[in-house]
């Protein structure tokens, strides 16, 4: 079944203490996103990638970090300098043949993050 | 910077009732538009999209959306809701220059009622 696997599904954390979470798709999709989702604040672009190796800061990448070694991979790395990082994370990913972007997502289940 | 607003934050409906949810993006430019779903307990899922051509697009479960380029606005509609509808609506915006990814409204969350 092609798709996109986030993992986990439930993290808790320390203050203080970086995360990572992992973004897995076997759709053969060029393209990655992480979004962030919190209550009555839509979805907020953090990071995306249209390509292995290269990927552009969205709207809130602050505290964020990534990486896109392989095609199929997109890990998010919550880090200690996120102020507020609890919050419901969405990965999604798209073809990407050629430019622009065409907006058409397929996204995972999505990641809930607590840091206590 | 480009945005996309949502007119309502929660709509409340019985079965049946005809429904309407705005969406308007300020954005000079040529759009794609997008309406995502996410019904309770599952991921997001497309409901329909624009990208050129006719402006009154259908999607799935009887959901249509008209866009008005002069309005930027890209209203959605379906005229008999059902229970199973309730759900959390996001529209969607993509400019179609390169560089850019797509960006989403706040949401509006639908219930209803039987």
């Known amino acids: 079944d092609g798709g996109i696997t986030q993992s986990p599904k439930y993290l808790f954390r320390k203050e203080g203490q970086n995360v990572t979470l992992s973004c897995e798709q076997n759709l053969n999709h060029d393209a990655m996103y992480w979004y962030r989702q919190d209550p009555g604040q839509g979805l907020r672009l953090i990071y995306y990638?249209?390509?292995?190796?290269?990927?552009q800061k969205g709207d809130i990448a602050e505290g964020y970090s990534v990486s896109r070694e392989k095609k199929e991979s997109f890990p998010l790395t919550v880090t200690s300098a996120q102020k507020n990082p609890t919050a419901f994370y969405l990965c999604?990913?798209?073809?990407?043949?050629?430019?622009?972007?065409?907006?058409?997502?397929?996204f995972g289940e999505g990641s809930r993050l607590t840091v206590l | 910077a480009q945005s996309v607003s949502q007119h309502n934050h929660h709509v409340i409906l019985s079965e049946a009732a005809s429904l309407e949810l705005g969406c308007n993006y300020s954005?000079?430019?040529?759009?794609?538009l997008f309406w995502y779903v996410q019904y309770p307990g599952q991921h997001l899922q497309l409901l329909l999209k624009?990208?050129?051509?006719?402006?009154l697009v259908k999607g799935i479960k009887g959901f249509e959306a008209e866009f008005i380029k002069s309005k930027f606005s890209f209203n959605l509609r379906k005229p008999s809701v059902q229970w199973s509808d309730t759900a959390e609506y996001f529209c969607a915006v993509i400019p179609t220059r390169r560089g850019t990814a797509l960006i989403f409204g706040k949401g509006t969350t639908l219930s209803v009622s039987s």
């Open positions: 954005y000079g430019g040529t759009v794609n």
């Open positions: 990638s249209q390509i292995v190796n290269d990927f």
């Open positions: 999604a990913s798209s073809i990407a043949s050629g430019q622009p972007l065409t907006g058409e997502l397929f």
């Open positions: 624009y990208f050129s051509g006719d402006p």
